[in-house]
């Protein structure tokens, strides 16, 4: 049994201009000890899913519409606040993508960070704090016991961020997801905390959602990728597969429009057009658009990923029915 | 802080001498005198009367002389009340503006703390309309139609207590409330405004995210922030409710410092307007100053600057 499994998640907005169809139909699984990335652009519903499993969908205007996710045998979505509260925090933890906005400036770092322990383990504040200590050792803060009394503003964004991982890892979840947690960093700092999410990963054997749209740092990491565009999931795969069998022209294109990637002097290759308009959605293949292998069933035809290879799943209607070469 | 708290006493001492000089001048400049209206005094009479409180001499000497007093913390006979001194009506008629003032701040803040923090947790629900609607009554009604009509539905028609007077302490219900009211509904408003602010920032999210309840997120992660404009709000409230009212103390017939506030400017009182002037300016310096170190002690940015 995997530890998540999220099955035909949908999710809407309701605002004032009309229905957002920010999810639809996204299911995955995440087994034990698995570090699975969720790639897409900006609106694509990456965050919004993670959210939605930690309850921190803000609702109204958000509404899940049905689906489920299921951790260790319990319907996350199904709980109230009150019975989520005894999962968030210990076994599934999530870390955020700026470290300068989520740490409380009225509060000392000790305080947030041994908030889980106080909440969750009903520990005293003595042994609670010489974990706080481990941690920020852990994580690499020097000089932990002095930061401990020390307040969020004094600390620079990669600390803060080390800080978050520390609190976020203090309970050793089974379960960490991860918003875009390198995005608001430079890119020095970047590296330091993908390692430091690594070596934790090591030690505490925890599963990890890293939510990103970089698909470098997500290839450095992550077991397997799926890959996320307009609220739906386009292909998944174990990461080498996504890399190197792709099945999915969406995902293609992408890798594509890797700067690092193209022949230096000319112009960068981008996707053509813009991501659709989850207002008015269209009929059939949301990339058909933008997309360079586009045929006329594209904009008719339901749209779901199908495994078109061991452990490989695509959306793209003509991958699964012509076996299309990308 | 010792320093920052000792800089900003001897940053009060300059703000209370031009404040003196100002109103000086001004009480000067205004037409009448402290014994205008006594109409039978003869020219004699009046010219003794002048030259018993000094009101005959050169107006610079006139002045200086005031200020030397001032230093000394003398502030001066009152003209309207012979025989007392502007020392001695303070100090019987501060306590008992103290006290009416103490008991509508507890009125106000237990009553707008609650609406506020109820109205930013239930947002845009009953709970949120029904006490800001009261909180909008409460700021447009005047206290003089507040205490008219409290004592017409709770005295005259309840009988639950009287109508005027400052003696049982059921007599306090009345005049707290009154004067209460709109202060209780100012700070629903902050308190409702400052607690939506924090209640968005991400921070809060985190809090939730690590499995916190709802009194946790209130009491531990939002209250703080949420709080800092009640503060600000507070220290000018408080030194403008223990200084007194004068229509709450007038429509209930309270012995406090309100009135002679009022009634000082209309009679020409010189040392009396002076006093109060001095005092009700040295007491929201004081409480202003306590707001900021409170501020100081609530946010933990400001305290390392």
């Not at chain 1, 994580?139 to 080390?162: A, C, I, K, N, W």
């Not at chain 1, 009929?283 to 990923?305: L, S």
Request: net charge positive.
């Amino acid at each position: 049994m995997p530890l998540l499994s999220v099955n035909q998640l949908r999710i809407s907005f309701h605002t004032r201009a009309g229905v957002v169809r920010a999810v639809q139909d996204v299911s995955f699984q995440i087994e034990r000890g698995e570090a699975l990335g969720i790639v897409g652009e900006s609106g694509s519903g990456k965050s919004v899913t993670c959210y939605s499993i930690m309850g921190l969908l803000p609702q109204p205007p958000g509404r899940i519409e049905g689906g489920q996710a299921v951790f260790d045998g319990v319907d996350l979505l199904a709980l109230s606040h009150r019975g989520l509260n005894k999962y968030r925090g210990l076994r599934v933890s999530m870390i955020f993508q700026d470290p300068m906005t989520s740490l409380n400036p009225y509060l000392r770092i000790e305080e947030q960070l041994i908030e889980p322990l106080l909440i969750h383990e009903k520990m005293d504040r003595p042994a609670a704090r010489r974990r706080a200590l481990e941690m920020l050792v852990a994580v690499g803060v020097t000089d932990s016991s002095h930061r401990l009394r020390m307040y969020p503003h004094q600390f620079s964004g990669g600390m803060r961020q080390r800080v978050m991982i520390a609190m976020a890892l203090i309970t050793k979840p089974d379960l960490l997801i991860a918003d875009e947690p390198t995005t608001a960093l430079d890119v020095t700092v970047q590296a330091q905390i993908l390692d430091l999410m690594k070596k934790m990963r090591e030690e505490l054997g925890m599963a990890i959602l890293l939510i990103s749209h970089d698909l470098g740092v997500v290839s450095g990491f992550c077991d397997r990728v799926m890959v996320m565009y307009a609220g739906r999931v386009m292909e998944s795969a174990r990461t080498a597969d996504l890399f190197y069998d792709t099945k999915h022209p969406y995902t293609r294109a992408l890798q594509k429009s890797i700067p690092a990637l193209q022949v230096k002097g000319q112009e960068l290759y981008t996707i053509a057009g813009a991501p659709p308009d989850l207002l008015h959605p269209l009929a059939g293949c949301p990339f058909a658009p933008r997309c360079g292998y586009v045929v006329d069933y594209c904009a008719r035809e339901e749209v779901a990923p199908l495994e078109v290879a061991p452990a490989h799943g695509s959306a793209c209607l003509r991958v699964q029915k012509e076996k299309l070469p990308l | 802080m010792i320093r920052f708290v000792a800089r900003r006493f001897l940053e009060t001492i300059p703000v209370l001498f031009i404040l003196a000089t100002v109103t000086f001048f001004m009480m000067r400049l205004a037409p009448g005198g402290p014994f205008a209206s006594e109409k039978q005094a003869s020219k004699e009479v009046r010219a003794r009367m002048d030259a018993h409180y000094g009101l005959d001499k050169p107006l610079f000497q006139q002045y200086l002389l005031q200020m030397r007093h001032l230093l000394q913390g003398d502030l001066g006979p009152s003209f309207k009340y012979p025989s007392r001194t502007v020392n001695e009506i303070i100090a019987q008629a501060f306590p008992v503006s103290a006290e009416l003032g103490l008991e509508a701040l507890i009125v106000a803040l237990v009553l707008g703390l609650m609406a506020g923090m109820a109205a930013a947790l239930k947002q845009n629900t009953f709970w949120d309309h029904f006490p800001m609607s009261l909180a909008m009554i409460g700021l447009c009604v005047p206290t003089f139609v507040m205490g008219p009509l409290l004592i017409s539905v709770f005295a005259l028609h309840l009988d639950w207590c009287n109508a005027a007077g400052w003696f049982l302490p059921r007599d306090r219900v009345l005049p707290a409330l009154t004067l209460g009211a709109f202060y209780a509904a100012y700070i629903a408003r902050l308190a409702r405004g400052g607690l939506l602010e924090v209640l968005r920032q991400d921070f809060i999210r985190t809090a939730r995210a690590k499995g916190a309840g709802a009194a946790r997120i209130l009491f531990r992660h939002a209250l703080r922030g949420g709080m800092l404009p009640v503060v600000s709000f507070l220290g000018p409230a408080i030194a403008g409710l223990l200084t007194g009212s004068f229509v709450v103390e007038t429509i209930f017939g309270i012995p406090g410092l309100g009135r002679y506030f009022v009634t000082a400017a209309f009679n020409r009182d010189y040392c009396m307007i002076m006093g109060s002037v001095l005092f009700y300016a040295a007491f929201v310096i004081v409480m202003n100053l306590v707001v900021d170190i409170v501020l100081v002690w609530l946010n933990p940015k400001l305290r390392f600057e």
